[in-house]
Every structure is written in structure tokens, then in C-alpha cells.
């Protein structure tokens, strides 16, 4: 596979990955770009032990440590949110939708760490169970049945959040 199809399958997911975590467009395209960079740079370190995309969310991963580190980021849980496919809608339907999706962004981040990271991976990174089980150092069944006890939760949350 060339590094071009590999750019290409993996780039929404990293980006994805990063929105989510920072909740800052600009910043989410510069870590995005920090990781291709990062994964051109040492291509030749890849063993082929995991798949590329884990090892390229491996990147990811410490992009996002040294990032955090760095003092550059803010919490962004309570800047407004660009959103994308609201096309159509009306101004009260847009405000409906991001309402919506900022209360689950936020109902992610309530959720212990592990957890928060498990779902991250599985609905913005797209990756699978093993490949979350070996990002986090955990099973692939624990990745497994922790997605699935934190998509409970966040159902239950998101209900409460519809009634009130």
C-alpha cells in the first residue's frame, strides 16, 4: 500500500480523533498533520507488528500527550463547535443538533479515563477492538465489553438529557 492510500484511508479518523479531543478545528488539522509527519518521518520504524492504522494512532496518541503537555491547550468543552452537515436545517433544528452533540461530547468526557479513551478510538478513530486493546494495553474483549458498558451509560445520560 502506498503512503498516499494509507494518508488517505487513515486521515479522517486521525483528524476525528483529534477534534474530538481538542474541539478545536485549526488545532485538530495541525495535530493531524504533526502525526503524518511523524509517521513519514520514522516509516522506517514500523515493524508491521500491528496494523499501520494502530501504529499511526500510536503517533496519535503521543502527538496528543506532548500536546497537552505543552501548555497549548485549553479545555475547549465549552467553545462553540463548528459543525459540519448542517446544511438544510433550520437555525432551531441546527441549535437542536449542536446542543446534542455537545451534551454527548461532554457525557464522553465524564466517563473515566479508560473508558473515555475506548470509545474515542471506537467511534472517532474508528478502530477495532483489537486495535483499541493494543493502544491502551488492555484485551481485546476487555476493549470490547468497556465500549459497550460506556455506550450504556452514554445512552442512559443522553435520555436523561431528552427529558430534561
Not at 129 to 156: C, D, P, S, W
Amino acid at each position: 500500500m502506498k503512503l498516499e492510500e494509507v494518508y488517505k484511508d487513515i486521515q479522517p479518523a486521525v483528524y476525528a480523533f483529534f477534534y474530538v479531543k481538542t474541539f478545536h478545528k485549526e488545532t485538530a488539522e495541525d495535530l493531524t498533520q504533526e502525526v503524518f509527519y511523524q509517521a513519514v518521518k520514522s516509516f522506517n520504524t514500523f515493524s508491521g507488528k500491528s496494523t499501520i492504522k494502530t501504529w499511526v494512532f500510536s503517533i496519535a496518541k503521543n502527538v496528543l500527550k506532548k500536546h497537552f503537555r505543552s501548555g497549548a491547550y485549553r479545555s475547549g468543552l465549552n467553545t462553540f463547535i463548528q459543525h459540519q452537515g448542517t446544511a438544510g436545517l433550520s437555525p432551531e433544528e441546527h441549535l437542536l443538533k449542536s446542543e446534542k452533540e455537545q451534551q454527548l461530547l461532554a457525557e464522553i468526557n465524564r466517563l473515566d479515563e479508560t473508558s473515555k479513551e475506548i470509545v474515542t478510538l471506537r467511534i472517532y478513530g474508528e478502530l477495532s477492538f483489537k486495535e483499541i486493546g493494543m493502544l491502551t494495553g488492555k484485551t481485546e474483549n476487555y476493549a470490547r465489553v468497556a465500549f459497550h458498558r460506556a455506550k450504556l451509560k452514554l445512552q442512559q445520560e443522553m435520555e436523561g438529557y431528552d427529558e430534561g
